[in-house]
């Protein structure tokens, strides 16, 4: 695959103060609105400290409804449109269901050209992956694990939104948030087998497999060009003290969320 070019995010503070990583290439589109949320701003304590947006990690619901509340307001959103839906690390993708609630449907990459109704995905190491049309007509967000990278999340996601919604992969811009890094990421060899060779370090005891620079790849490897694609460029697991970390916290964590929504 390709090498692509590393386009950072930045982290901007809205409105009530909730910290977002944002992408300078999504924030171009005028009629979309989009974030990668923090651990930082929200109410949860102890290991989900403190702004956890899931509800099926063992959190205080009554903080978590709390910090989806706060995040809609940064977004200027329903706060009862801010839920997750069950994420299995496969490729199915899903068109954003008009009836609303957590874990209504299973998926892991969720699409709409609803204005003002988010498509969101949780993440404590695993890629989150936001995705529009340069025109704002079509939006999508994709949680890509290492099993669902590799079982085709992202071209299957790539390819609806160029079947059903009248767009090219050259018009597609797209964002990769904060995931587990190279640093940290190792594998085992069943695991590192179904990595390209450039994804993986073979130089340590263990291997570890890049997979945000996977995501790129792929990304690019569908059509998206290398200069559309920007990337946080942020290990999970190393900067725990802004991020939740799955593997990082031990198995109890949090959850941060790739958020966009198309606005009128």
């Not at 995010?9 to 409105?15: A, D, Q």
């Not at 190491?125 to 079509?138: F, M």
């Amino acid at each position: 695959m390709t090498r692509t070019k590393k386009n950072r995010l930045r982290v901007e503070l809205r409105n009530v103060g909730i910290p977002l990583w944002q992408s300078p290439l999504l924030s171009t589109i005028p009629n979309v609105r989009h974030g990668f949320t923090t651990r930082m701003g929200g109410v949860s304590t102890g290991p989900f400290q403190s702004l956890n947006l899931s509800l099926s990690v063992g959190d205080n619901p009554d903080a978590v409804y709390e910090n989806r509340r706060r995040l809609a307001q940064t977004l200027d959103l329903d706060p009862q449109l801010i839920c997750l839906q069950r994420q299995v690390h496969g490729a199915d993708v899903v068109e954003t269901p008009k009836q609303r609630g957590d874990a209504l449907v299973c998926g892991d990459a969720f699409i709409t050209n609803s204005v003002n109704v988010p498509v969101l995905v949780g993440v404590a190491d695993c890629v989150p992956i936001l995705v529009a049309a340069r025109d704002g007509s079509v939006v999508a967000a994709i949680h890509a694990g290492w099993r669902g990278a590799v079982a085709g999340v992202i071209e299957a996601t790539i390819r609806h939104m160029i079947a059903q919604h009248n767009t090219a992969a050259r018009d597609l811009i797209a964002a990769i948030g904060p995931s587990i890094g190279p640093c940290c990421f190792e594998v085992g060899d069943e695991v590192a087998a179904q990595f390209p060779d450039e994804c993986v370090n073979q130089s340590r005891a263990k291997p570890h497999v890049d997979l945000a620079r996977y995501v790129r790849d792929t990304l690019v490897s569908t059509g998206v060009g290398i200069d559309l694609i920007d990337s946080a460029d942020v290990c999970t697991q190393c900067r725990q003290d802004v991020c939740f970390s799955h593997r990082g916290s031990g198995g109890i964590a949090g959850r941060m969320v790739g958020i966009i929504v198309k606005t009128a």
